[in-house]
């Protein structure tokens, strides 16, 4: 795990965003993995001026998105398919046909999440995943005591996550209660995982997430196993952790970074 803070969120995006465009220049046929949510909306405005300016071509990309509601047809305002056309796919020269988020209608959802997993796998698997994460210390929808070996699956939404995701629907009953997500261990799977959170109200479920016991109750501290993970943090999410110094001391000396320094 590498830890980067930067002074606030949008410093911290534009790392994201700028992480994102090497990873395409490297590799144009990547598979990228995408989230949804507040923190990521500022990334994809980001990723979207610098495709306008020529520095992100996605022509050869593909991806597949980490959750989606169950019960939302992909035309419903409150989807994540939505949400990603909305915030990135109408915006960007990426071929829709090789977009994937889960199907949130599925008639068989056991089925539709074999498929998705199938399908990550029969792509090769992803090579550049981004991550939000949620009060609970979700990453996808994988709430407290998903198991680390999961594959993409259909969780129950707990108390914490309504609450926080319901203030996005016009009527906050109309926000599903279920919906199929990657799973812990399908994220682990992904080549290069980058986390980004912002903001106060982050600070304490990031410090368990990167500093605490790996635990299930706080899905993201898997990513503790991941073999190349970064997490991107703004200086507010950043508060609680005891070790910064030696995270900005890793940040500042190594070659890696020079370039976003
Ligand atoms: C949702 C998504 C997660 C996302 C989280 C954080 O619940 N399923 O993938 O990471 O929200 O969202 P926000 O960035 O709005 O805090």
Redesign the pocket.
């Known amino acids: 795990m590498e830890i980067i803070i930067r002074k606030d969120a949008d410093s911290a995006a534009y790392l994201v965003a700028k992480l994102t465009a090497k990873a395409i220049k490297a590799k144009p046929a990547l598979t990228l993995g995408l989230?949804?949510?507040?923190?990521?909306e500022i990334v994809y405005d980001k990723i979207v001026e610098m495709h306008k300016a020529g520095k992100i071509d996605f022509s050869k990309a593909s991806s597949f998105n980490?959750?989606e509601y169950i019960g939302l047809e992909p035309t419903d305002e409150n989807s994540y398919r939505a949400y990603m056309n909305k915030f990135l796919f109408d915006r960007v020269n990426i071929d829709k046909s090789k977009t994937n988020v889960p199907l949130g209608m599925a008639k068989d959802v056991q089925a539709e999440c074999k498929r998705y997993e199938d399908a990550i796998n029969a792509s090769g698997g992803i090579d550049f995943q981004l991550?939000?994460?949620?009060m609970n210390g979700?990453?996808?929808?994988n709430e407290p005591m998903s198991s680390f070996s999961s594959l993409t699956s259909a969780k129950l939404l707990n108390e914490a996550?309504i609450k926080v995701?319901e203030k996005l629907f016009p009527n906050p009953e109309m926000m599903p209660r279920r919906a199929i997500t990657m799973g812990v261990k399908t994220i682990l799977n992904t080549k290069r995982a980058v986390l980004l959170a912002t903001g106060e109200s982050k600070a304490e479920i990031i410090a368990q997430a990167v500093e605490g016991p790996m635990r299930a109750s706080c899905t993201a501290s898997a990513l503790q196993m991941h073999p190349d993970c970064i997490i991107v943090l703004d200086e507010a999410a950043a508060k609680n952790l005891k070790m910064r110094d030696y995270y900005d001391f890793i940040f500042n000396s190594s070659d890696e970074w020079a370039e976003f320094r």
């Open positions: 989230a949804t949510g507040r923190t990521m980490l959750d991550l939000g994460i949620g979700h990453i996808g929808f996550t995701n």
